[in-house]
């Protein structure tokens, strides 16, 4: 493989528009690692847009593939709903548009990863999240494009090994590789470090049961010292279950609605990255976007056990773990002991530049951009 990424010419998929303001890490995610694709100096020809428009670059792409024009690989970043639905209109009117074009790029030649992000649709939670009629239309069609990604993928990248315990067919990929999120590096220098209150920061989803942030409300509560939490969530989110949290809500406590680079100076401001809520199911294999952002600012994560999210900050040194019930008693701690944070601040700032979206990048050049001939699921046709 060249080692001059300059040289590369990737083929990038995502079966919708892409971004730079994204709301989600299913928005921001495909923007992040486009971007880190390009600043490595490839060439990338965008397979994205809605379906209209990506039909016409496929077609082009296409006809450049038979005119002999080489490619490296395609890089796909898939969607948390399955292909067919990825309109606007959610109605599976192109079931079969990427399928083809993707296993296309396999027959001819190029070798295909993809990026799952997801596996609701395995999970127990998703029948608590979608009534029967609705499941009656999602789930063949989740099985259909898990059916076809068994035909033309040569690499699927999952975010953690956990999430390849419930995915089925595991076995019939040639190469399954992990691929978390990434980190944006920030230059910000100003994150107090307890200086006077100790100050935690949670940004994500707030709706039970997946997402209860009661355990982090209540263990706010009970510390002596002066210990305050922002939370970042979406305002729908906020208004749908505010009465859930209103017992819990002090002066301590501030929610706010923040996307973007809104975020950057609520990070630096903040001591500690709050991820302290009840576990459930979902939360065993996913991996929140927001813990690697919070690492570019070199903000240390507390967690609670259990889970892909305390096994990756644990493993790695990116914080502390703690059981739900310890977390006030630890809170208590770090707000006397400031020099704790601070330690672990210079060790992230250490650790950071490995996490970095261009560093997630190069990982896929590395595992793709092979020596070109006929890809291993070509030659079994």
């Given at each position: 493989?060249?080692?001059?990424?300059?040289?590369?010419?990737?083929?990038?998929?995502?079966?919708?528009?892409?971004?730079?303001?994204?709301?989600?890490?299913?928005?921001?995610?495909?923007?992040?690692?486009?971007?880190?694709?390009?600043?490595l100096?490839?060439?990338?020809?965008?397979?994205?847009g809605?379906a209209?428009?990506?039909?016409?670059?496929?077609?082009?792409?296409?006809?450049?593939?038979?005119?002999?024009?080489?490619?490296?690989?395609?890089?796909?970043?898939?969607?948390?709903i399955?292909?067919?639905?990825?309109?606007a209109?959610?109605?599976?009117?192109?079931p079969?548009?990427?399928?083809?074009f993707?296993?296309?790029?396999?027959?001819?030649?190029?070798?295909?990863?993809?990026?799952?992000?997801?596996v609701y649709?395995?999970?127990?939670?998703?029948?608590?999240?979608?009534?029967?009629?609705g499941?009656?239309?999602?789930?063949?069609?989740?099985?259909?494009?898990?059916?076809?990604?068994?035909?033309?993928?040569?690499?699927?990248?999952?975010?953690?090994?956990?999430?390849?315990?419930?995915?089925?067919?595991?076995?019939?990929?040639?190469?399954?590789?992990?691929?978390?999120?990434?980190?944006?590096?920030?230059?910000?220098?100003?994150?107090?470090?307890?200086?006077?209150?100790?100050?935690?920061?949670?940004?994500?989803?707030?709706?039970?049961?997946?997402?209860?942030?009661?355990?982090?409300?209540?263990?706010?509560?009970?510390t002596?010292?002066?210990?305050?939490?922002?939370?970042?969530?979406?305002?729908?989110e906020?208004?749908?279950?505010?009465?859930?949290?209103?017992?819990?809500?002090?002066?301590?406590?501030?929610?706010?609605?923040?996307?973007?680079?809104?975020?950057?100076?609520?990070?630096a401001?903040?001591?500690?990255?709050a991820?302290?809520?009840?576990?459930?199911?979902?939360?065993d294999?996913?991996?929140?976007?927001?813990?690697?952002?919070?690492?570019?600012?070199?903000?240390?994560?507390?967690?609670?056990?259990?889970?892909?999210?305390?096994?990756?900050?644990?493993?790695?040194?990116?914080?502390?773990?703690?059981?739900?019930?310890?977390?006030?008693?630890?809170?208590?701690?770090?707000?006397?002991?400031?020099?704790?944070?601070?330690?672990?601040?210079?060790?992230?700032?250490?650790?950071?530049?490995?996490?970095?979206?261009?560093?997630?990048?190069?990982?896929?050049?590395?595992?793709?951009?092979?020596?070109?001939?006929?890809?291993?699921?070509?030659?079994?046709?």
């Amino acid at each position: 493989m060249p080692t001059d990424h300059s040289k590369l010419k990737v083929i990038y998929h995502h079966p919708r528009p892409i971004t730079e303001n994204g709301l989600s890490g299913s928005q921001v995610r495909p923007y992040k690692m486009l971007k880190a694709f390009q600043e490595l100096g490839a060439t990338v020809i965008e397979v994205t847009g809605d379906a209209r428009t990506r039909s016409e670059i496929m077609q082009h792409t296409r006809l450049r593939i038979r005119n002999g024009e080489r490619f490296d690989f395609v890089y796909s970043e898939n969607l948390t709903i399955p292909f067919a639905m990825s309109e606007a209109h959610r109605l599976p009117l192109h079931p079969l548009l990427d399928h083809s074009f993707l296993a296309f790029c396999n027959r001819h030649g190029v070798p295909v990863s993809m990026f799952n992000r997801d596996v609701y649709w395995r999970d127990k939670s998703y029948r608590e999240m979608l009534p029967w009629w609705g499941r009656m239309v999602t789930i063949p069609l989740y099985w259909y494009d898990w059916w076809q990604h068994t035909r033309y993928l040569d690499t699927l990248y999952l975010p953690s090994a956990a999430m390849g315990t419930v995915l089925p067919w595991m076995n019939r990929f040639p190469n399954v590789r992990y691929l978390p999120p990434g980190a944006e590096i920030s230059d910000t220098d100003n994150v107090p470090q307890c200086a006077g209150a100790l100050k935690l920061f949670y940004v994500g989803g707030i709706e039970p049961p997946t997402y209860d942030l009661r355990p982090l409300l209540a263990a706010i509560q009970k510390t002596k010292a002066h210990t305050s939490l922002t939370i970042c969530c979406r305002k729908k989110e906020w208004n749908r279950v505010s009465e859930l949290y209103r017992p819990f809500i002090t002066d301590r406590i501030d929610v706010v609605h923040c996307s973007g680079k809104e975020l950057d100076s609520l990070y630096a401001v903040s001591d500690l990255f709050a991820v302290v809520r009840s576990q459930g199911s979902y939360l065993d294999f996913s991996v929140p976007i927001k813990i690697y952002e919070s690492i570019g600012f070199g903000l240390p994560i507390l967690c609670t056990s259990g889970g892909e999210t305390a096994r990756i900050v644990e493993s790695e040194g990116l914080g502390w773990v703690r059981k739900i019930e310890d977390v006030a008693e630890f809170l208590q701690g770090l707000a006397e002991q400031p020099e704790l944070i601070k330690a672990k601040r210079a060790e992230l700032m250490e650790l950071r530049d490995k996490h970095t979206w261009k560093n997630r990048a190069i990982q896929v050049c590395h595992d793709m951009a092979r020596p070109r001939h006929i890809s291993s699921k070509a030659l079994n046709r």
